[in-house]
C-alpha cells in the first residue's frame, strides 16, 4: 500500500469552499508514478479492495452500488453513486455530498511532471455531533486506508 501523508486542504479547491468556515474539513495526499487522470482516480477509488466493505454496508441500506455504477460516475456519465450526489466536478476534482447532506467526499489529482499527486479529503458539517465525534478516529484511519489502497 502506498505512503499516505495528511495535508492541508488545498485554496480554492472545491473543498476548501464547501460549506461553511468553521466545518470540518481533512485532506490526504498520495503520490502515483506515471499520469492518473481524475476518471481513473474516481473508478480505481470506488472500485478498490478497501471500498468494497462500504459498498456492501451502504447495499444493506438500499444505497448499493456496483463497479458498473462507479465506472459511469468516472465517466461522467451520472451524477450520484451510492449515497452520494454530485455537488460539482471539474477535470481535475469532484465533490460529492451524501443523501443526508452531513458530509462530503472529495477527489482531485494534480499532475507534477512524471507523477501525480493524487488527494481525498472529506467535510463535515457537525464535527460537534456526538456520533461524529466518535467515529472521526476510525474516520481518519479508513481515509489513509481508501487512499493508499487506490
Not at 476518471?39 to 463497479?67: M, Q, T, V
Amino acid at each position: 500500500m502506498a505512503q499516505v501523508t495528511p495535508v492541508s486542504v488545498p485554496q480554492g479547491s472545491l473543498l476548501a469552499s464547501f460549506g461553511e468556515p468553521h466545518h470540518y474539513r481533512d485532506c490526504f495526499m498520495r503520490e502515483e508514478v506515471g499520469a492518473v487522470t481524475l476518471p481513473d482516480f474516481i473508478e480505481r477509488f470506488y472500485c478498490s479492495w478497501a471500498f468494497r466493505p462500504e459498498r456492501l454496508a451502504l447495499g444493506a441500506i438500499g444505497k448499493g452500488a456496483s463497479s458498473d455504477d462507479a465506472r459511469a460516475l468516472a465517466r461522467g456519465e451520472v451524477d450520484s453513486f451510492a449515497a452520494w450526489n454530485l455537488i460539482e466536478r471539474d477535470e481535475t476534482q469532484i465533490l460529492m455530498q451524501d443523501f443526508q447532506k452531513r458530509t462530503a467526499s472529495w477527489l482531485c489529482v494534480e499532475p507534477t511532471g512524471g507523477a501525480t499527486k493524487l488527494y481525498f479529503g472529506s467535510w463535515v458539517g457537525e464535527p460537534d455531533h456526538p456520533a461524529m465525534k466518535a467515529l472521526m478516529g476510525f474516520h481518519i484511519a479508513y481515509s489513509k486506508v481508501l487512499l493508499g489502497a487506490v
